[in-house]
C-alpha cells in the first residue's frame, strides 16, 4: 500500500510539471531526463510525399539497423491474434508484440523513436515520451527496479504487422506502460488509430488524424473491412 501510495504521488507532481512546461527538451525530474530527444524523422524521409511514405521509410532505416535475429521481433504477420495483442499495463502483466527498446543499442533505439516521431508527429511524439520518463521516475522513488512490476523507460516495445508499405495493410504498434498506439495504414493512408494514453498528458496535434478509442477486435474488424 505504501508503494502504491508513493507512486500515486510521484505521478501527480510529475503530471503537474510536465504541464507546465513548455519546452520538452528542458524537462529534467530528479536528474530524470526525456527519452528519445536524439531521434528525428529521417532526412532521407522528409521528401517522401505524403505521410505514410515517410513513415515506411523511417520504419525501413530502422530495420536497416537491426539484425537478421532482430528483425523477427520486429516484423511480425498481420493477423487477429497479433492485431489485439496489445496492452498498457506494466511489465510483465501486459502481453505486448514487438522488440524491447532496452535490448537495442544506441543507434538502434534513435531509429526505433524515429519511426515512432514520424508517426505520432511532435507533439504526440513529446507526450509519449513523457509517460516513458514517469516510468522512470516511478522506479527511481519507489525503489521498484528489478522487482516484479517492472517501470523502465526501456519497457517499451515496437512491432510492424505486415511489411510496411504504402500499397497493401499493416499495423505499427508502439506501446508500454500506460501506452498503447495502434495504428492501421491502408492503401497509403491512415484506416484507423487507437492512441490510448492512461495519463492523459494531453491530444495530438500534429499526428494523423485519430479516431475516438475502440477494442482492439475493432481495429482488426477496421483493418479487414475499411
Known sequence: MTNRIILLTVLTLLLGSLALTQDSSAISVTGITLPGQEASVPAECETETTQTAKVVCAANAFLGTLSDEQKTEVLLDLTQENAVRWSNFPTPFGERNGIRLSTL???????AEAVVKTAMGEEGYTKAMQIRMADDVVAS???EE???VEFSSGAYFLAFLG????TDTWI???GGHHLAYNVTY???AVASATPLSSLRLGRRKTAPPTR???MSTTVWQRCSLV
Not at 511489411?163 to 504504402?166: D, E, L, S
Request: glycine letters at 12%.
Open 163 to 166: 511489411t510496411p508499405n504504402t
Open 105 to 111: 543499442d544506441t543507434a538502434q533505439q534513435t531509429a
Open 141 to 143: 522513488a519507489s525503489g
Open 146 to 148: 528489478g522487482g516484479q
Open 186 to 188: 491502408k492503401a497509403d
Open 212 to 214: 475516438p478509442l475502440i
Open 172 to 174: 505499427l504498434q508502439f
